[in-house]
Every structure is written in C-alpha cells, then in structure tokens.
C-alpha cells in the first residue's frame, strides 16, 4: 500500500511518521514479491530460489517489526535508518541472487535514497547515498553471478546448461573476458548515472525537505499566534459584552441612588438598588465563568439546542417580554464549536430586539427557529420603531451611537456570529419593526 499525500510529513507524530514509512515500506516489499513471482514464472535466472524466498520473507518480517522497535516513538530517526539500511541491504542481496546490476529492477535502490531525503538530515540522506552507490558497484563489480554480455549488456543464461551453474558464455568467450575489468561499458554508463541520480535526489530533495521543516515550523508559530489572538479576542469579547450588559443597571444605580440622595431612604428604592447590584454582580460572575470555560477544551454542541437554552435564560432576565417561538427541526445537526461567544452573540441581539419593542409599547417578539438539512436559521422579529434605511445599512458592521449604551451591542454580535461560521443579516418588517436573520449553512463545522 502506497502512502497518500500527505506520507512522510516532516513535522507530523512520530508514530503517524512510522506507520507511514511502514506502508510505503509494503509498497516495496510487494514489488519485490510481484517481481519474484514474474521471475519464477517467467524462468528468469535466479541463483538459488530457497535462498531469495527466505530474503523476501525477511524483508516482510523486518516490516512488521518497525513498529516494536525499542524506543521507536521516541527516537523515530533510529528507525527510519534502519528501515533504510534493512532496505538498501536486502535489496542488494535479492538482485545479487537475480542478475546483479544487469536486473533492471536495480533502479529499487534509489528509492531509499528519496526516503532518507525527505526523513533524515541532509548529511544523513549523502550518506545513504553513498550507501546506495557502494551497493550498486557491489553488484557491479563483486557479484556478477549472472554472466553479461559486454556489448549489450544482457544476461547470458541457458536454463538447460546447468552442469555450468546456470551460465553459458558467448561467441566461445571464457570467463576472464567477463570479469569486471571488461565491464561492459554500457552497464558503466548505467553505474555513472545512478551515482549521479542518487546524490542529486539526495541533495535536491534533502533541501526542499529541510525547507519544507522550516516553513512548517513557522507555520506552526502562526497558527500559535493566532490560537493566542483568538482566545484574546474572545475574551475581549466576553469583557465587551459584560460592559454592553453593565450599562443598563449602572444607569440604574445610578438613578437611584440619586433619588435616594434627593429624600428619605425609601425601601421600595432600596430594593430596586439591591435588584441592580445583584444584576451587575451576575454579569460579574458570567463573565469570570466564561474566562475559565476558555482555559478548558472547548467541546462542539448543536447550534439549536444551545439557541433554545438561551431564548431560556433570556426570558428569565427579560419577564416583561413576551416571546413567540416556532421550531422546525428534522433532527439533523449544524454544531457550534464556541457556545458562549453564540450565546452571548444570541443574547445581545435579543435585548436589542426586545427594548426596540418596549420603545414602541409593543414588549413582544416572534422567534422562528428552523434545524433542516444541517443548515440552521434563526429568525427573530420585534416590533419597534425600526431602523431609516441608511442606519440599516451599518447595522452591526460598526458600532453605532446609543445614547444609553455604549452602541456595541449588534456589532459585537454579528462579529461572533461570523467568526462561528454564520451570517447575520437584517430587513424592516411588515409591522415597522426589525427581522433579524441568523443563518449557519449546512456542512460549517465552527
């Protein structure tokens, strides 16, 4: 089995790296099986058949065993040089059985060459290159045991001359014309550009690999840098939205504790103080809970059953609204990685909705909720003044003036909601007042 794509990735789990070097590791030991049983069927001139069938049970043993290895997870680049040595080893000594260098398969022993490229430092990859050249002038020079015909560079084989060892010679031609001194100068030109082939896949793709780590790592910095900014931004978020939340009971502290300074304590207004100071020390307690949530694995939710527990709590702070909910759910799911920051995103745009309607004495809202095809939408209509035209148009892309909040409210909320995968859009409504539109389209996975 050959390793997809994504195969020897630099930076990735060393038992992720060892499983993969072990996969492209069967891609070799299966060619060298399928290889084998094409020469046997075809009669091609092996040396000695028990002997290449124990090498190429070995080869699959020592496949197998990578993974065992001592210290394998911790110490990966150990085992990725003795996958390259186990390689470039058993694969000499098959094609020594199966012709030497004039087996075309000999081409084989460049590819631990790329594997020790890519795995291994650069100095490390030269040398198995080297490695891999030694083998090859090895083959060519001290194993020629399949004679070969000087000027064609073909083995000389008769499967009936076995009183000779399988070797018949040429044109009457004795065994000293066919030493390596009288090398055929074709399996020479064979040998000079293996050599360079290996040492150039070795220093070429040693380099981009290297460059490849490189880049890696300093993707690996941004993708840090951006987790950081991330967390930074919601907890700028959250602190923004406390703020937005403080807003209105400290108008109404502050009210109070004017009319308190004005005449006699009065207790009804002391308990309205007391109701106020305990508002603010909930959104206090909110957002200390919502900083400690974000030192914790964040865990996905579905996006409607989140939505439905805050329309909850919503209501629970807002009694003097009344709220019309429609649900349409065919049980698939859309899921929201950050539950808070769509809750809070959820609320803003609810308190916004619901105070437009008590502007125009109209405390109600409408809810339409819909979970479809995995895709979700959110539709929630008020009944206030509603929004000119030209006000509409930079709703929630910037904060806007409130002269009794800070204005940050449905910027805020739509920037979450984006960041979450969503989209939030808005229209006058038949009645005058304002829909809102929250729509997750199906397949986000925030």
């Not at 064979?190 to 380099?207: D, E, G, K, P």
Request: aromatic share 6%.
């Amino acid at each position: 089995m050959l390793p997809n794509r994504s195969a020897f990735s630099t930076d990735s789990d060393p038992r992720q790296q060892i499983k993969q070097l072990q996969q492209f590791r069967w891609g070799l030991v299966g060619t060298s099986y399928l290889a084998a049983l094409a020469a046997w069927w075809l009669q091609y001139p092996v040396s000695s058949w028990p002997l290449m069938l124990l090498l190429l049970a070995l080869y699959g043993c020592t496949n197998l065993s990578l993974p065992w290895l001592p210290g394998a997870p911790l110490k990966p680049q150990r085992v990725f040089a003795l996958a390259i040595l186990y390689d470039l080893t058993l694969l000499t000594l098959m094609l020594a059985l199966a012709g030497g260098a004039g087996n075309g398969l000999i081409a084989l022993l460049l590819l631990p060459v790329a594997v020790s490229a890519v795995l291994l430092p650069g100095r490390i990859a030269l040398l198995t290159a080297a490695l891999a050249v030694s083998c090859y002038l090895l083959l060519a020079l001290l194993l020629p045991l399949n004679p070969v015909d000087p000027q064609t560079g073909q083995l000389i084989f008769d499967p009936h001359a076995a009183h000779r060892s399988h070797q018949v010679f040429i044109d009457g031609a004795t065994p000293d014309q066919l030493l390596p001194a009288h090398f055929s100068s074709h399996l020479w030109q064979m040998a000079w550009a293996f050599t360079l082939s290996a040492f150039f896949i070795a220093a070429f793709v040693s380099a981009q690999a290297q460059l490849v780590r490189q880049k890696s790592r300093e993707l690996m910095q941004l993708q840090q840098q951006q987790s950081q900014q991330e967390q930074m931004l919601t907890v700028a978020t959250y602190a923004a939205n406390a703020a937005h939340e403080l807003a209105t009971p400290l108008q109404n502290l502050t009210l109070l504790t004017d009319e308190l300074n004005d005449g006699p304590p009065d207790p009804a207004l002391l308990q309205d103080l007391q109701q106020e100071v305990r508002r603010c020390q909930q959104i206090v307690q909110q957002l200390r809970h919502s900083a400690q949530q974000l030192r914790q694995p964040q865990q996905q939710a579905p996006l409607h059953q989140v939505a439905q527990q805050a329309l909850q709590l919503w209501l629970v702070s807002r009694p003097e609204i009344s709220l019309s909910l429609d649900e349409q759910l065919d049980g698939s799911q859309c899921l929201v990685a950050d539950t808070l920051a769509w809750s809070a995103a959820l609320f803003n745009i609810l308190d916004n909705a619901a105070d437009a309607g008590l502007a125009a004495q109209q405390p109600r809202l409408l809810v339409r909720l819909s979970q479809q095809h995995q895709g979700f939408v959110l539709h929630i209509e008020d009944f206030g003044p509603g929004v000119p035209a030209a006000q509409l148009v930079e709703l929630g892309k910037r904060p806007q003036p409130s002269p009794d909040g800070l204005g940050l409210g449905q910027f805020l909320a739509n920037s979450s909601i984006e960041r979450l995968g969503g989209m939030v859009t808005r229209k006058p409504g038949p009645s005058g007042g304002l829909i809102t539109q929250i729509h997750f389209p199906a397949g986000v996975r925030p």
